[in-house]
C-alpha cells in the first residue's frame, strides 16, 4: 500500500519549461555571448543550477545564478501554470490520508512561491529543497530526507518526476518510480530508468495509489 507520494516540482505539477529555458537563454546570452537550444538544457532539468554552469569560473557561477533567478523571479508568476488535473488529484489524494511531499532541485522560498500561486502549498506536508541535502538528484539524499522526516520505509512511497533525475534518486533510496509522460525531456531516457509506473494523465496516479 502507498501511503506517501512525493512529486517533483518543475515539468511534474508545474508547468515551467518556458519559464527555465528564457532564464537559460538571458543568462547565455547576456553572460557568455552564446544562444542556446532548448535540447542543450535538457540535461541540466532537475538538477542544482549550479551543476548548470559547472565549467565556468567560480565568481562567474556566482554572477551568472544570480541573473538566472533575478530573471526567473522576475517572469515567474506570469509564466508558470499547473499542468490540468494536477490540483484535482492533489486534493484527491490528500483527502483520502495519503502523506504528500515535493522533492525539488530548487531553493525553497521559489519552490513554495510557485505553490502558493496556485494554492497547491495546502496539500503538502514537507517540501525538501535545495538547502535542505548536501547532495541532489540523482543522488538518494533528497528523497531519504523525505523517508526520515516521515519515517516511512521506501516501499510505502512513490516518487512522480519528470526526468532520469528523479526516477535514479528514487531508485537508489529504494522507492517505486512514476514517469509523467507529459515531460519535455527526451523520453527515450526516461524509459531507460525503467520507472515502475507511467503516467499518461495524473488519473493513471489515482488508480495507482488506489484511490480511484
Not at 72 to 81: A, E, G, I, S
Not at 114 to 135: H, M, P, S
Not at 185 to 201: A, G, M, R
Request: net charge neutral; hydrophobic share 40%; proline share 6%.
Amino acid at each position: 500500500m502507498i501511503k506517501a507520494v512525493f512529486f517533483d516540482l518543475d515539468g511534474t505539477l508545474l508547468d515551467t519549461f518556458d519559464l527555465i529555458y528564457e532564464s537559460f537563454k538571458h543568462v547565455y546570452k547576456n553572460f557568455l555571448n552564446k544562444d542556446i537550444t532548448r535540447e542543450e538544457i535538457y540535461p541540466y532539468f532537475g538538477k542544482p543550477l549550479i551543476y548548470s554552469f559547472e565549467n565556468l569560473d567560480p565568481e562567474t557561477i556566482d554572477q551568472v545564478i544570480a541573473a538566472y533567478r533575478e530573471f526567473n523571479l522576475q517572469h515567474h508568476d506570469q509564466m508558470v501554470k499547473p499542468f490540468p488535473g494536477a490540483k484535482e488529484t492533489l486534493k484527491k489524494l490528500k483527502q483520502r490520508g495519503k502523506i504528500l511531499a515535493v522533492i525539488t532541485s530548487k531553493v525553497k522560498s521559489t519552490a513554495i512561491r510557485g505553490l502558493k500561486l496556485f494554492n497547491l502549498d495546502r496539500y503538502f506536508d514537507l517540501v525538501v529543497a535545495l538547502e535542505d541535502t548536501e547532495k541532489h538528484k540523482p543522488d538518494p539524499a533528497p528523497v531519504l530526507y523525505a523517508l526520515k522526516f516521515f519515517q516511512l520505509k521506501p516501499e510505502q512511497c512513490l516518487m512522480v518526476g519528470d526526468s532520469p533525475h528523479d526516477m535514479v534518486s528514487a531508485q537508489r533510496a529504494g522507492v517505486k518510480t512514476a514517469a509523467v509522460k507529459w515531460s519535455v525531456l527526451p523520453w527515450e531516457d526516461l524509459v531507460k530508468t525503467k520507472p515502475n509506473y507511467i503516467l499518461n494523465s495524473f488519473d493513471d496516479l489515482l488508480k495507482i495509489t488506489g484511490v480511484e
